[in-house]
């Protein structure tokens, strides 16, 4: 317990340093939101496009694919507002040796590498998402219930964790190839997949999605719990779980990457 | 000419050594580009499926299907990282050195990319090509490659690459006045991306909406070229488009070239 | 307080051919072999010693450094301070130490100095009052307050080490690595950080191991010196040991009207096929001429020196242990 207040406290002095920071390169960051924006807005606009069209997609309304969509966008940007910084440890961190600042500090490496740095970028996909989630949320027949908002609720974070898990499984590789960009990227673009509904793709696709490289749980499979109602125990229910092991899985890989650290230069 | 060649073979060597040696991290960023490629693919086949009619603006599903890969293929022969190593060395300083080399400042760029992609371009042009073509075959009965038609395509990546890489460099001359180039490359990704099509066909834009953006220089990087691969324009269509690229080409050419001499002057009067 | 025993850290590298085709061919059949960086390491500090810990390049020093700091894992043997081991449990070891790396920076690039030692408190949980005596008297030592409110991408190389020295000291360490703290300094500024050392490790007793290419620092600051060399330990000793086992080297100096002294002295005919560590510079008229006493005594080296040419303002002096260290480096230390 004192560990987790102490981890909030120190967490919450890194974002006053990075907020510090950004006043110094205000431009430069709302450039970047405004881009993230721009990138959710021209997809959008396919989207729209496509539903001049067609009136539904394989049985999906405009509003429901916009709501996965909006759904997939928040785990998404949560992850990539807090823990973004593990990009950089497959890009440069471990290659140049600067990981040793962290190995020689009494806190937790892993933890130390996600707090330091927050990707205010993030904005331009949260904001997206919760503003689509508002926006067609009214327009959707959903039945509420007390049960269903918690468990949507509980559905996010445990989608974050999807991401950031497999962002740290595959960033970790950098302490023994020097550097692990690459690989971040190839299973981080997976993602793409989860933006619209699962049924769209066709049975080997979607097995991959929901059972190796779990993206459709992130947002698909929660959406239909919240859409539709259905199997609460499955659409919630891995989510949790695929987000606490690959999590669980990323920190193991981390540890006996540290150990397997090589630094850099002489 | 031979003086340039042996000026510039060392840039093109270092490009090519570059890709060697990092060529499996190379892999998995094509791996990674190609997904949404795949996830374009299913949303077709979907809208396709879902009652939209066989043919919409002009495209069946295997005409789509063959536009989503070609544009891929074409966005990574026309790509250039210019504007983020301008930016880089802007930011940096660094970019002081190329005054005091006696070579063109675009021109080590240029080389030191082609160097880069000539070797990525053949690993990804020979079976891309090929798998397009396999699916083009199935899909419609019958081999449908034209060679002439490919060869145009080759032209028009050519004058594409030439476009894409001078606005590159104007571009990357941006980060004199923003500091880290990334957010303004996300932006100018999206908008890029949208306005030459490789999001959605032009044609499935509204009519005067299409007439403007096809005038803009973003169609001439990869619409006009896939749209020739395909064999949509031809006769005096072809040479129109073919005519546009090669002016957008020289239009950012002059460009680049005035940004950096207001850069030199820029620097000089700096001191770096 | 300090235990380094049988110390030893291995790598794989992977081997490129040059050129084009070795690129390709490393990707496809990758060759590694085993490096061996540090062979075999023991040593012993005691609490308040400064110990310069020295050797040439390549030898293996920044290995040890960074398996003394937890940053490397080390393949086998042991590194203890006060008991605690980094392997076990990195997090209380590191409280133990303050780390500084010349080459390196820890500090906060983009915002003011001040921000870094915020962190590094609760980083470190510093109580408050703590932090506040702490900080003024780091102020005083290593005179901070002309930069403390400056972004830390603004402050120059001397005062960057200065800040990465108070920050390293925080949380008042029991032991301080200080891995080349002088390099890329002027004179001026390397004495002040010199002087800052010394008064922390007075004041405090802190146990300092210092690397350094710059022996003057070893000089100024050390009681001890570790020397290794190819991973492994070539002298352990205080620096009039290391003087008196290595350093018979004298140096002879005089002025002369000869324009080619060398010539004129050619002192090989003395020396015979001995010559170790010889060598004569001259400037204008100031001669300096280096030799190994042990082959041919000082007084025999002034005699000769006298018969051959016209000198004035004769002396001779004790090498600096920079010119020992040199010569063992040249040698080969491990013979």
Known sequence: ?266 | MRRAAKIYFPFINAGMQEVATYRVNWIFYILGNVMSCFVSYFIWKAVYSSGGGENLEGFTLPDMIVYIFLMFLTSTIIGSDASYVVGEEVRDGSIVMRLIKPVSYNGTFLFQELGNKLLTEIMLLVPLVVGVEAVRAALMGGIQFNPLSFLIYLVSCVLAYLINFFFNICFGFLAFVVKYLWGANLMKACVVGFLSGTIIPLAFLPKPLEAVFLLLPFASLNYTPVMIYIGRYSGLTLLYYLGLQLFWALAFWGLSKFLWRVSVKHLTVQGG | MIDVKNLRKEFKKTIKEPGLKGSFKSLFKPQTKRVVAVDDISFEVPKGEILGFIGPNGAGKSTVIKMLTGILTPTSGKCEINGKNPTENRKSYVREIGVVFGQRTQLWWDLPLRETYSVLKEIYEVPDDRFKSRMSFLNEVLELDDFITSPVRTLSLGQRMRADIAASLLHSPKVLFLDEPTIGLDVVVKENIRNAIEHINKQEKTTVILTTHDLADIEALSNRIVMIDKGRNVFDGTVSELKTKYGQIRELHFETEERNAAQALCYEKLFGGNIGGLTLEQEGKAVKARFDSSVVPVSEMLAYTLSRINVTDISVRDADIEEIIRRLYQQGVSE
């Open chain 1, 1 to 266: 317990m004192k560990q987790i207040k102490r981890a909030f406290k120190i967490h919450r002095i890194f974002v006053v340093q990075e907020l510090k920071r950004m006043m110094e390169y205000k431009g430069d960051f709302i450039v970047g939101i405004i881009g993230f924006l721009l990138a959710q807005i021209s997809n959008l606009l396919f989207l729209w496009i496509i539903f001049t069209k067609v009136p539904s997609l394989m049985g999906w309304s405009l509003n429901e694919v916009v709501f996965i969509y909006g759904f997939s966008l928040v785990p998404k940007g949560i992850d990539h507002l807090f823990f973004d910084n593990l990009w950089a440890v497959g890009h440069y961190i471990v290659r140049k040796g600067d990981f040793d600042r962290y190995l020689t500090r009494p806190i937790n490496t892993l933890f130390h590498v996600m707090a330091e740095k927050l990707q205010i970028d993030a904005f331009g996909e949260l904001l997206t998402g919760v503003a689509l989630i508002i926006v067609t949320l009214p327009q959707l027949s959903v039945e509420w219930s007390v049960l269903k908002v918690i468990l949507a609720l509980i559905s996010v974070p445990f989608a974050t964790l999807i991401y950031t898990g497999i962002k740290t499984c595959t960033a970790s590789v950098a302490f023994w190839s020097k550097r692990s960009g690459s690989i971040i990227y190839m299973f981080y673009m997976t993602n793409e997949f989860a933006k619209y509904p699962a049924t769209i793709y066709n049975t080997v696709v979607r097995n991959i999605i929901t059972y190796v490289i779990p993206f459709a749980l992130t947002s698909y499979f929660p959406a239909l719990y919240i859409l539709k109602g259905e199997n609460p125990l499955f659409n919630i229910g891995m989510t949790v779980l695929a987000g606490s092991a690959l999590m669980a899985l990323g920190a193991v890989i981390w540890h006996f990457g540290t150990r397997a650290y090589e630094s850099a230069g002489s």
